[in-house]
């Protein structure tokens, strides 16, 4: 079982409503991140927290808005967004920058 | 020139059989080279983890990295149903960069 949990596993949003992803992690990882993978695709970096701090945001449209309240949650605030926005988001944690990311099972999301 | 070049191609191979998958690059600072599998609608997982050059054997698995040629490889031995997944191949220079570079995926089935 992946120790980084997400939820929910699956959201349908219309183009105009407000929901948020959610991330926890209890393994002590002082950097987060959110990745989008598309169907068979590599995932897409997003964000990245490291120390509660926002250290990478890769050009991502305001319409998502991630948010970390303290060193075991993260959140994606999602508000306004298309349809071609679907696609599974993943949300990972490491210990380091060494590339040892452990990857929750994701949220898919589908936007009307 | 990307970053991770990976033949996506998918791969059959009947139960028992050698998988062998690859990955080159072009950023000479790559230091850390990881393999991730990912099963349908799961999470990537870490498989394979190596620092600089050399090999690595876990149970059926081994990791490759060849840092001269910018070249590495993951062999599966005795390959079972079980292994059917896709395979990415991601690396980072470190040095307090989050980013990974993804190669694109291998999927692979083990035909019983």
């Known amino acids: 079982d992946t120790e980084v949990t997400q939820t929910p596993k699956h959201l349908v949003m219309g183009m105009t409503n407000k929901k948020s992803l959610k991330c926890e992690q209890h393994m002590g990882h002082r950097a987060m991140y959110w990745y989008k993978q598309k169907a068979k695709k590599p995932p897409e970096l997003m964000f990245v927290y490291s120390y509660e701090k926002l250290s990478i945001n890769e050009s991502v449209p305001s319409r998502f808005s991630p948010e970390c309240p303290n060193s075991s949650l993260l959140n994606l605030h999602l508000h306004a967004l298309q349809p071609e926005d679907s696609a599974l988001y993943l949300c990972a944690s490491s210990r380091g920058a060494t590339g040892e990311l452990f990857f929750g099972e994701g949220s898919r999301l589908t936007v009307l | 020139q990307k970053e991770v070049e990976q033949d996506p191609g998918p791969l059959s191979v009947p139960e028992g059989a050698i998988v062998s998958l690859n990955c080159t690059y072009s950023?000479?600072?790559?230091?850390?080279f990881m393999w991730y599998r990912q099963y349908s609608r799961k999470g990537p997982e870490l498989l394979m983890y190596?620092?600089?050059?050399g090999n690595k054997e876990d149970g059926r698995f081994t990791a490759q990295v060849d840092k001269s040629s910018k070249y590495i490889s993951l062999f599966i031995r005795d390959s079972q149903p079980s292994d059917s997944a896709t395979y990415l191949c991601a690396m980072t220079g470190g040095y307090g960069n989050n980013r990974l570079a993804f190669g694109k995926g291998n999927q692979v089935v083990v035909i019983p």
């Open positions: 190596t620092y600089s050059s």
């Open positions: 950023n000479s600072a790559f230091q850390y």
